[in-house]
C-alpha cells in the first residue's frame, strides 16, 4: 500500500468516526463513554494522519 492510499484510508476512518459521532451525539439515549471512546480514536487518527503527511 502506497503512503497516499493509506493516508487516504485514514481520513475515510476519521470522517467515519466523525459521522458516528456526530450522529451519536442527536440521540438522547446514547452512550456517552462509546462517544468518548470514538472520540479519541479519531485523535489518535489526526495524530498518525499529520506524522505520516509530515513525513511524506
Known amino acids: 500500500m502506497s503512503m497516499a492510499s493509506h493516508l487516504?484510508?485514514?481520513r475515510k476512518k476519521h470522517e467515519t468516526l466523525?459521522?458516528?459521532v456526530e450522529e451519536?451525539?442527536?440521540?438522547p439515549a446514547t452512550d456517552?463513554?462509546?462517544i468518548a471512546e470514538w472520540k479519541k480514536?479519531?485523535?489518535r487518527l489526526k495524530e498518525e494522519i499529520?506524522?505520516?503527511a509530515?513525513?511524506?
Open 41 to 43: 480514536q479519531k485523535l
Open 50 to 52: 499529520s506524522r505520516l
Open 18 to 20: 466523525s459521522t458516528m
Open 32 to 34: 456517552d463513554l462509546k
Open 8 to 10: 487516504q484510508e485514514l
Open 24 to 27: 451519536a451525539q442527536r440521540q
Open 54 to 56: 509530515s513525513q511524506h
